[in-house]
């Protein structure tokens, strides 16, 4: 059996490299479809190891389904970005729990390289920023784009991969979970579109 400590090796590997300055861009970085393979199958796997139904209020057939469909689409090398956004929805089809899957330390660590945190605006929905630990970002800044990722785009790609059913729990899983969204499309660093 695949342990937990081998879930998301190959993402854990991109992100150590872009944080120990090997690459400022670990979105960019490649994986091969045999890694990326392999890291679906830990996180299944560790999925039935840590809880006898980890799924939503969704049938498990369809979850089954959706793995079978992400594994499927792994056909050839990719970039970070793209297998995060690839896995994403099999990680929000998961119970609120899921997160106690815990990643493995570099995993844990790589948020902080990233400085800036995001939340969403109560009012407008749009995101904005939180915090820029650079002190270039000015707090409650509109952002429109990530690199070439619409600011809709993040906020999806982190909401399926986290949850959140209301306003309230979306805003909390930007700000708090999104920072390994970050991580993993943009490494260390990104260039933005301001509103």
Known sequence: MISRRKALAGTIAALASASGGASARGGYT????????????????????????????????????????????????????????????????LNDGHVALGFPGLMNKAPHYFPVTFTVDELSGNLIVEHDRSGI?????????IEN??????????TRAFGGQTSALIRSRVSRTGAWTSAALFGVKA???LR
């Open 30 to 93: 490649r994986l091969s479809s045999e890694n990326l393979r392999e890291d679906l199958d830990a996180i299944w796997l560790t999925l039935h190891e840590i809880s006898p139904n980890p799924f939503q209020s969704s049938e498990a057939g369809t979850v089954e389904n959706l793995y079978r469909q992400i594994r499927a689409r792994i056909t050839s090398p990719t970039y970070v970005r793209d297998a995060w956004m690839t896995i994403a929805p099999l990680l929000g089809a």
């Open 149 to 158: 990722i619409s600011a809709a785009e993040y906020l999806d790609t982190t």
């Open 191 to 193: 260039a933005y579109l």
């Open 137 to 145: 970002l000015p707090p409650g800044t509109h952002v429109l784009y």
